[in-house]
């Protein structure tokens, strides 16, 4: 697994993903984004991996957003689809992940950086941190998905004062309003981002791949019927008998 503009590093089930543009502080370009699509389709079949780690490099920049010098001269359709392709190749695709994705956010997570982050199953992040969806200083709106995941996460009265007035907020701030769920200091976010993934490569991975499914379809009408179905299915499954059995006797499970 090597690509152009991602380091991957594979060691105990756990692929850390570093976005790793650092001269344009890791801007999402369209050969990022195409990089980081095609690690997805490979990290799913790939038996190695059970959870996934993205981080920027360096200890400046998460991803300071879509890289605006090469959108800077868009019309109407190309800007619509750009933003449509890069939420089926990648944010979507990162949010309907089988596998658990965690976002280490390491410095500024701005407009698609932070878009990126939300479609994360979940996010920790370092106490220099700043977060925000800057595009309307742009004369756009968040195209990756902002609009939609923010109010989700943090309510739409929060996320309209973030959109409207473009203001970065802090880790500790996001930690308040729940955008992110640790906030930790620069030099230890990764080991805390492994030590989470460790706990969770631990676990059934067919039972939190169909917890992921399940909860993805939470916002729809469709979220307790898949929960129901979710739920029968892993009883046919073989580590449905090896997690009972190791409880009945009194041992880890080997998953
Ligand atoms: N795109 C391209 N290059 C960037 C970006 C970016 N988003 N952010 C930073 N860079 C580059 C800078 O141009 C600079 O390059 P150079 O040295 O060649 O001039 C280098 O990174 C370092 O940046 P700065 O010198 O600006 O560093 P500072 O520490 O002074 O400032 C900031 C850091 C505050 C992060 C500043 O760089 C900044 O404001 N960046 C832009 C943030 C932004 O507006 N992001 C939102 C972009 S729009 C977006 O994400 C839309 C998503 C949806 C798209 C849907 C499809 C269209």
Redesign the pocket.
């Known amino acids: 697994m090597t690509y152009q503009n991602l380091l991957v590093e594979i060691e105990n089930k756990i692929a850390v993903v570093t976005l790793n543009r650092p001269?344009?502080?890791n801007?999402?370009n369209k050969d990022l984004l195409t990089d980081l699509s095609n690690f997805l389709d490979e990290a799913q079949n790939n038996a190695e991996i059970r959870v996934v780690i993205l981080t920027g490099s360096g200890e400046?920049?998460f991803v300071?957003?879509?890289?605006?010098?090469e959108?800077s001269d868009?019309n109407g359709n190309q800007?619509e689809e750009?933003?449509q392709k890069?939420q089926e190749t990648v944010f979507n695709k990162v949010e309907n992940f089988s596998k658990p994705v965690i976002a280490a956010v390491n410095g500024?997570a701005?407009?698609?950086?932070l878009?990126l982050a939300m479609s994360a199953h979940f996010r920790i992040a370092s106490e220099n941190a700043k977060l925000g969806l800057?595009?309307v200083?742009?004369g756009?709106i968040?195209?990756?998905g902002?609009t939609q995941r923010l109010p989700k996460l943090i309510g739409k009265g929060r996320a309209a004062q973030m959109i409207f007035t473009a203001e970065m907020i802090s880790a500790q701030r996001a930690y308040e309003v729940g955008l992110v769920n640790e906030v930790v200091p620069q030099a230890e976010l990764l080991d805390r981002a492994k030590a989470i993934a460790s706990k969770i490569a631990g676990n059934s991975s067919i039972a939190i791949s169909k917890a992921i499914y399940a909860m993805n379809l939470s916002d729809t009408d469709q979220g307790f019927d898949a929960e129901i179905k979710s739920f029968g299915e892993l009883f046919d499954q073989a580590d449905f008998k090896e997690g009972v059995s190791a409880f009945l006797e009194k041992r880890k499970p080997n998953f």
Not at 64 to 69: E, L, Q, V, Y
């Open positions: 001269q344009a502080l801007a999402l400046k920049s300071a957003g879509a890289d605006i010098k959108f868009f800007g750009l933003a890069g500024f701005l407009g698609g950086g878009e800057p595009e200083t742009l756009l968040p195209g990756y902002g």
